[in-house]
Each structure stands twice: as structure tokens, then as C-alpha cells.
């Protein structure tokens, strides 16, 4: 006997599904950066592409695409090779929508200034809803100071490269409306140490090599083309591999397996062999790694940013929660411990958000400033390695505010989790990034003199930065353990960029806030440990604005 007013068939105290927002108005701390680093013009845009990746139908195709994850067919059924992988409608409805929209070519076709800033921002946006087919354009982005070492490989290439139209076809690259670009650097015995690959490719005359290996991790294997690293007679080299030969045959890539992947599921991640395959060589033999690096810098830059991204996403779902579930009679928005939690991961957001677009400021600086130029070199490994490892902390404490219903695959939440360890892994890992900050200081010493300048212009802002810049002048007093100390180095960094940029561009509660927590000798380590009840509200409204739905 059913109870009297009991309802079966309605659940009530639920927060509604986060869509149907704007992820770029809805979001201050990102409007600020981009005004703030000059990317103002792009306003318009920016919020015409925040509307529709928070709109239902592009939160759907990240679920589907997720869901219905990639599936590799190596021949057909009479035993010839095919090498094709089949994706979910919803993952090529993405790369349409992301590669009209210019996340992939902006930064090399506007003619304003901080066009590295609206890339930026629209891989930011991008990125919040699905991690996977974010990788295959930001390859596609980052590749071209890489193709631009070789003019007339760039003179082919480019013009498909910075095409806005998306030409999901397997077919020959010379027939397309436009062109996507993935990478194979690491082998099963080397992993990030590529000097140990074993791959090889021989000559065959007028810049053509036939390229014998294989490699472990080949990202986006349905690309068009893919930067090779191989040894040659002369060293470590880096070449252009397509799918299909000028002559328009099927190149010599064979596809042995998908991996099955931690996150990242609805893009493709392959191990593939090369066979004899037909490559064109990017520069001069044994200059592979600096060839290839044009384009991992780039890439570098967005791990930074996709992290931010993730993280913001994660808390705007937390912060969308407890402003519509309650508990113990008020919002769980407004209990004092929530909203301590809520403003620390958003505090976090908006320090990652702001050092992300830093960055891109400094790569749209550098054309015309040599300091800026050296100073983004190292700058960039060390916000890659911050960002990406602070993501994965914040996201997890995001999805223990939404508690059970954040922990269920209906949810985004798992899909975040999942996601979000794959910037720090991807590019190099935490100690590449700090090793790579070291070689910098020593083998480009004006890279650290540009970052210790930056740093110097900071003196005298907030008492804590000033106390926190002595403490990363003690380290560097001794070189002697640089090795052994490098994460301790690069973090006292990143936090010194973090708030130097928040007193520069943020409202001075939020940066006074930030210097205080995240600066001081005797900070918390758990997060929820704010000390400043009088500033939360306006920093959880940084992050995530209800109202702008």
C-alpha cells in the first residue's frame, strides 16, 4: 500500500543539470585575463563560443563521444589493411563546431593583437567539454612553427592546416578542405627519453626518407599527417608522415591496437609501426628534438590551459550544486565550511585561469620583445607543470562537494577525474618540467634572467610575495641542488607568477587572499582552510556565476 503523499515518482532537494550557460560570462576571471592581456576585441566571439559549449547539444556530444569510445579496424574482411578508426557522430560533431569556431588556426590568422590570447580562450571554453578532441586540435595548432622550419613543406601544408573546415574523409591530403596533424615520438624501451628511439629512416632522395620503427603512443592516429622523431646517419630527426603518399597510396602505418585508456576515451591514442613509410624530413638530420620542440612548446602551453580549464569546470559543477541542495535546514552553499571549500577550489581556478592566459600573453609578446620571448621559454614549463598538478588535486575535492550523485558516470564528474591527469602526463611529466626548467637556467641563461626581471618587478606589491621571493632567492643561491630541489624551485615559481599576476589583474581581495594562503610559511595543505570569511562570496562569484544560465 502506497504511503499517503509520498511521491515515487520525483526526487526533490536535486540540482538541475549544469547547461544551457554561458561558460565564458558566467566565468569573471576569464573575462578579466582576456581584457586584461589585450584580447578585448575578441569579446564578442569569445562569448558566442561560451554560449554554445554550454549549450545541451555540445555537453551531449562530449557524453556520447565518451560513451561510444573509438574502434580501430586493422583490414577489412578479405584481409587487406585498412588502419581506419571509427568515431562516435558526437566526436566528429566537436572537431566541426571547435575547428569553425578557429581554436585551431587564430593564433596564425588574426591580424590583432593577442592572438595567442583568443586561441587561448577558445581552447579554454573547448576544453570544458571533452578532454579528447581538444588533443587533435591543439596539435593541429601547435604544428606550424614546427612545418614553418621547412618553407616548401609549409607552403603544401599550411594553407589545409588553417582551414576552418573539418574534412573527416580517409582520403589523400591533397584532396581535403582541411587537415589535422597528430605526433608519434616515444617507443615502448624510452618513453620521454626520445634520444633512445630506435626507429629509423633512411634516404631516398630529395628530402624523402622510408621510415622503419614503431612507436608506443601515437596520438589522433586518423590525422592527415604526424611529426615523426627517427634516427638518421646524422642523429635524432623529425619528419612529416602522412596517411597517404603524394601519389595518393596508403602510407605505411600500421595501427597494432588502441590503448585502453585511463581518460581521454573518446580520442584515439594508437601503437603504431612504420613500414618503409614515405616521410619528408622537417629541417636538417640530428635537429629532431629542437624541430619537434617549436611544437611542443605550444603544446606545452595548452596542458597549462586545458588543466585550468578542467579545474574550472569542475568547481563551477560544485558550486552549481550547493547553490540548489541543502542540508541541515540552509543551502549547502551558505554553511560556512562549504563555502570556505568552494572559495579555496575557486581561489585555485582563478590563479590557474590567470597564469594560463599569462602565458599566452607572452607568446603574442615575443614576436617584438626578446625578453618576453626568453621569459615564456621557461615560463611555460613551469606553469605546464603547476597547473596540470594542481588540476588533479581540485578536482577531486570538486567531486567529493557534489558527493554520490558527482560519482555516478550520468554524471561529468568521473569523466573530469578521469581527464584531468593527462595534461600532467602528456608533453613531459612533472620531473621533465622541472628539469627542463633547469637545463633553461643553465643552457639559455637569458630565459632566467628574464624570469628573475619579471620577479623583480614584482618587489614591494604584497609583503607575503616579497618574503616568498626571498625564500626562491635562497634556493637558487645553491646550484649545487638544483637537481634534487628542482620541484621545489619551479613551485616557489609558479606561485610567485600566480600571485604577481592576481595583484596585477585581479580585485585586491582576491589577490590579498591568494598571497595569504597560498604564500605564507605556514599555509594548509587540505583545502577549506581559508581564513577570510569576509571576501568568499566574491571569490566563489569569480569562478562561477549562477546567474548567467
Not at 641563461?445 to 623583480?456: D, G, H, V
Request: aromatic content about 8%; hydrophobic content about 40%.
Amino acid at each position: 500500500m502506497q504511503s499517503p503523499g509520498f511521491d515515487f515518482q520525483r526526487s526533490l532537494n536535486q540540482a538541475p543539470v549544469l547547461e544551457n550557460f554561458n561558460a565564458f560570462t558566467a566565468n569573471a576571471a576569464l573575462q578579466d585575463a582576456l581584457h586584461a592581456y589585450g584580447g578585448g576585441w575578441m569579446n564578442e566571439q569569445a562569448s558566442a563560443f561560451g554560449a554554445l559549449m554550454g549549450s545541451r547539444d555540445m555537453q551531449e556530444a562530449g557524453h556520447l563521444a565518451n560513451r561510444h569510445t573509438p574502434v580501430l579496424n586493422t583490414h577489412d574482411r578479405f584481409g587487406n589493411r585498412l588502419d581506419v578508426v571509427e568515431y562516435h557522430p558526437a566526436y566528429h560533431r566537436m572537431m566541426e563546431v571547435s575547428i569553425h569556431g578557429q581554436v585551431h588556426s587564430i593564433a596564425w590568422t588574426s591580424r590583432q593583437k593577442g592572438r595567442y590570447l583568443a586561441h587561448s580562450v577558445l581552447s579554454y571554453l573547448k576544453q570544458q567539454i571533452d578532454e579528447g578532441s581538444s588533443c587533435p586540435l591543439t596539435m593541429t595548432f601547435a604544428v606550424v612553427p614546427s612545418l614553418e622550419i621547412a618553407p616548401d613543406i609549409a607552403q603544401e601544408w599550411l594553407p589545409l592546416v588553417l582551414s576552418n573546415e573539418y574534412d573527416e574523409r580517409n582520403i589523400p591530403y591533397f584532396n581535403k578542405k582541411g587537415v589535422t596533424f597528430g605526433m608519434a615520438m616515444t617507443e615502448p624501451q624510452g618513453g620521454s627519453d626520445v634520444r633512445a628511439n630506435l626507429t629509423f629512416a633512411k634516404p631516398a632522395g630529395k628530402g624523402v626518407y622510408r621510415i622503419t620503427g614503431r612507436k608506443w603512443f601515437c596520438s589522433a592516429p586518423m590525422s592527415d599527417a604526424f611529426l615523426v622523431l627517427a634516427q638518421t646517419e646524422k642523429g635524432l630527426s623529425c619528419f612529416l608522415v602522412p596517411r597517404f603518399t603524394p601519389e595518393g597510396e596508403k602510407n605505411g602505418l600500421h595501427f597494432q591496437r588502441l590503448k585502453d585508456k585511463l581518460g581521454n576515451r573518446s580520442n584515439a591514442s594508437g601503437e603504431v609501426e612504420f613500414h618503409e613509410a614515405w616521410g619528408r624530413i622537417i629541417g636538417e638530420e640530428g635537429r629532431g628534438i629542437p624541430n619537434i620542440m617549436e611544437m611542443v612548446r605550444h603544446t606545452r602551453m595548452d596542458c597549462a590551459i586545458g588543466s585550468a580549464a578542467t579545474m574550472q569546470r569542475a568547481v563551477a559543477e560544485a558550486i552549481h550544486h550547493c547553490t540548489y541542495r541543502s542540508a541541515f535546514g540552509q543551502r549547502l552553499a551558505d554553511l560556512p565550511l562549504m563555502k570556505n571549500v568552494l572559495a579555496d577550489l575557486s581561489l585555485e581556478c582563478e590563479a590557474a585561469t590567470t597564469l594560463a592566459m599569462r602565458l599566452a600573453k607572452g607568446f603574442d609578446d615575443a614576436p617584438g620583445d626578446e625578453e618576453a620571448m626568453h621569459f615564456t621559454r621557461i615560463a611555460t614549463a613551469v606553469g605546464k607543470f603547476w597547473n596540470t598538478k594542481r588540476a588533479v588535486l581540485a578536482v577531486g575535492e570538486a567531486l567529493e562537494c557534489i558527493g554520490g550523485n558527482g560519482y555516478v558516470e550520468e554524471s561529468i564528474m568521473p569523466r573530469l577525474y578521469r581527464d584531468v591527469p593527462v595534461n600532467s602526463i602528456w608533453e613531459g611529466s612533472g620531473n621533465v618540467q622541472a628539469l627542463y626548467v633547469l637545463r633553461a637556467m643553465h643552457k639559455e641563461p637569458r630565459s632566467m634572467e628574464a624570469l628573475m626581471n619579471y620577479f623583480r618587478s614584482a618587489r614591494g606589491l604584497d609583503a607575503a610575495l616579497d618574503a616568498h621571493l626571498d625564500g626562491l632567492r635562497q634556493l637558487l643561491s645553491d646550484p649545487g641542488a638544483y637537481e634534487f630541489k628542482a620541484r621545489i624551485i619551479v613551485e616557489k615559481m609558479a606561485l610567485a607568477m600566480q600571485a604577481t599576476e592576481l595583484i596585477r589583474i585581479a580585485p585586491p581581495a582576491v589577490a590579498q587572499l591568494f598571497c595569504k594562503a597560498r604564500l605564507s610559511k605556514t599555509r594548509n595543505l587540505t583545502w577549506g582552510t581559508l581564513e577570510n570569511a569576509a571576501v568568499l562570496d566574491e571569490v566563489i562569484a569569480r569562478t562561477y556565476r549562477a546567474a548567467d544560465k
